[in-house]
């Protein structure tokens, strides 16, 4: 079965920096969904997209996230600066549609020194 | 608001033993429900759901039933093996949006 690829899978970097994050979802699912997950908790949605389109990014820390899919197929995640907090999982998950299961990537792990 | 509690981990269990994972939730309108299992290293991936009352998800020889009247979705597995050691997720799905619980950690010794 066709995967969600992430890259990378492993970031370290210091606090006060950027650093981005990339997710190609499997083709033909237009709905796309970035979450964090912190160290032995479940994930939290920070955006949603059905296509090029944001549908929800209540949860996104909008100073310093940023997410986008511009064509509607891979997208990137964004944060500048890094803090401390922001270390944790970061799983990329797509659905053929809002109403079918997710499939998830393997995720980037991020630590922030 | 919408949420998802589950069991507090780690569950330990010897090889071929019960397991039961409980996991009862919140919700306004109809969520549908789902169990997700995450490897190490690994992300989630899509165990089993059911999307209305009193459906029965399986798989894999794990099975959870959809309990409107006591808003619980129990993972149940009668004879776990050590390759099922993982973190099991409980999520529900309402307005097209997800909510996980914070997962339960479980470990088979052989």
């Known amino acids: 079965e066709a995967e969600v690829a992430q890259s990378p899978r492993y970031k370290i970097t210091e606090k006060s920096q950027a650093v981005a994050f990339w997710c190609d979802p499997i083709?033909?699912?237009?709905?796309l969904y970035w979450y964090r997950q912190i160290l032995g908790q479940g994930p939290e949605l920070l955006v949603q997209?059905?296509?090029?389109?944001?549908?929800?990014d209540s949860q996104l820390p909008k100073d310093r996230f940023s997410a986008e899919r511009l064509k509607g197929v891979d997208s990137t995640l964004k944060i500048q600066p890094a803090e401390l907090g922001d270390s944790a999982m970061y799983l990329c998950?797509?659905?053929?549609?809002?109403?079918?299961?997710?499939?998830f990537g393997d995720g980037t792990r991020l630590s922030i020194l | 608001g919408n949420s998802v509690t589950q069991m507090e981990g780690p569950v330990t269990l010897s090889e071929e033993a019960f397991l039961t994972i409980n996991c009862t939730y919140t919700?306004?309108?109809?969520?549908?429900l789902f169990w997700y299992v995450q490897y190490p290293g690994e992300g989630l991936q899509l165990l089993l759901k059911?999307?209305?009352?009193?459906d029965k998800g399986s798989n894999k020889g794990f099975e959870a039933t959809y309990r409107k009247e006591t808003t619980s979705f129990h993972l149940e597995k009668g004879s776990v093996q050590v390759s099922d050691s993982a973190v099991y997720f409980c999520?529900?799905?309402?307005?097209?949006?997800?909510?996980f619980g914070t997962g339960t950690r479980l470990k088979v010794l052989a």
């Open positions: 998950a797509s659905s053929l549609d809002g109403d079918q299961p997710q499939h």
């Open positions: 083709s033909g699912h237009a709905t």
């Open positions: 997209f059905q296509d090029e389109s944001v549908v929800d």
């Open positions: 919700a306004t309108g109809y969520p549908s």
């Open positions: 059911a999307t209305k009352a009193d």
């Open positions: 999520a529900l799905r309402v307005t097209y949006k997800y909510i």
